[in-house]
């Protein structure tokens, strides 16, 4: 996916007030010039004449006064300067933070909600089909249980489930998460909170396995591949190339083995290609193509390599059915109200062997369904008993 800022729903850090100035001015009025003319000042036991020592006094007390002018003035600014700076601190803080929970509120309200079964059961063409296979990024096992994501699952009701991004260790996956009526797999990477995939499927897979066979490439969690009778189905998680694309070098690296990894299993059967991939492939592909020619998901490098892999002999199922259909996204920034205006991405797809063309009934966006920074996707497939 491109990057995320800082999807985290953290609190901005509350910054320790500055400590209070006494003001040296509330103790007297009278000034020690006056006292002088009234031959009050008290003289000390030193060299100097008394009138000097008076004269001295008065300068020393003057000097003093304005010093002590001079420093409540600069304590005065530093407190300024302090609260200023930790409005502007704040506000950068809580801008990603506001917009964030805006959204996850919303998306926490309706993912609530209790969903028609039957709105999810037929295809947007009325073709008949009889195989569902749904994939979802849901950005955090844990927060997407909470904001009822299993009350969407139910309704859908897919033969095979695949979700991205689980960000929790396998071994700590909620025993919720798994439903009744599926065989549950899960695979996390070597670094807590990150990355990690997860398979739900009705149909017992003949066999399951995680990573690329790779060593280089297999300590995120990215992959897991389950063989069934006709097909092999692969749920993938893609590098990120990153802010700055720190990471585009890897990613392409990662590509290209992985890129071998498909070869292989379709040499054997066909496959379908799951996930989020994390390339918008063309520009009809994002809302704003012109100003991201440089951002992580729509660099050259990285829609040169998914043209590549498409050209050994798959095709990616949403634009053979809609090669023609706009404003078709899976995934929107927290930020700057994306949701609503709908300036998204599309980074998740359905990518099969050429083989299986004539399987694909459907293929279904399902950008209602929030609960996440990205939304499901649905494939319908016909095959022959």
């Not at 409005?87 to 959204?103: H, M, P, T």
Request: aromatic letters at 10%; a positive charge.
């Amino acid at each position: 996916m491109p990057p995320k800022k800082a999807n985290s729903k953290r609190k901005a850090e509350t910054q320790p007030k500055s400590p209070l100035v006494k003001d040296p001015f509330t103790a007297s009025k009278r000034s020690k010039k006056d006292d002088v003319k009234n031959n009050t000042v008290e003289t000390t036991d030193n060299d100097l004449p008394e009138e000097r020592q008076n004269i001295a006094s008065v300068n020393e007390e003057e000097s003093s006064t304005r010093k002590n002018q001079s420093d409540t003035s600069s304590a005065k600014k530093e407190i300024k300067k302090s609260k200023s700076k930790k409005a502007k601190d704040d506000e950068e803080e809580n801008e990603e933070k506001i917009d964030e929970e805006i959204s996850t509120e919303k998306a926490s309200t309706n993912i609530s909600s209790k969903y028609d079964k039957q709105e999810y059961q037929n295809t947007s063409n009325g073709k008949n089909y009889n195989f569902k296979i749904v994939s979802w990024n849901i950005n955090g096992i844990r927060a997407w249980l909470e904001k009822g994501g299993l009350d969407y699952l139910k309704a859908e009701d897919p033969d095979i489930f695949c979700c991205q991004e689980t960000k929790c260790d396998k071994s700590k996956i909620p025993p919720k998460a798994s439903l009744p009526g599926y065989f549950c797999y899960w695979l996390s990477g070597d670094t807590q909170g990150y990355s990690g995939v997860g398979l739900m499927t009705k149909v017992k897979p003949l066999k399951v396995s995680y990573g690329i066979n790779h060593k280089d490439h297999d300590n995120e969690g990215r992959v897991i591949c389950a063989e069934y009778e006709k097909f092999y189905l692969i749920n993938t998680y893609i590098p990120n190339s990153g802010r700055g694309l720190v990471r585009l070098k890897y990613r392409m690296q990662w590509e290209e083995e992985f890129r071998k990894y498909l070869a292989s299993l379709e040499s054997k059967k066909p496959i379908i290609w799951i996930g989020d991939l994390n390339v918008a492939h063309n520009p009809i592909d994002l809302k704003n193509p012109d100003t991201n020619l440089k951002t992580a998901g729509f660099t050259v490098e990285e829609r040169e390599c998914f043209t590549r892999i498409l050209k050994d002999g798959y095709f990616d199922s949403f634009r053979y059915l809609y090669p023609n259909v706009t404003g078709a996204y899976t995934f929107w920034s927290y930020l700057r109200n994306a949701r609503q205006t709908n300036t998204g991405w599309r980074l998740d797809y359905f990518v099969l062997s050429e083989k299986l063309k004539s399987n694909v009934v459907d293929n279904m966006i399902r950008s209602k369904v929030l609960g996440s920074d990205h939304c499901p996707i649905a494939l319908f497939l016909q095959f022959d008993n």
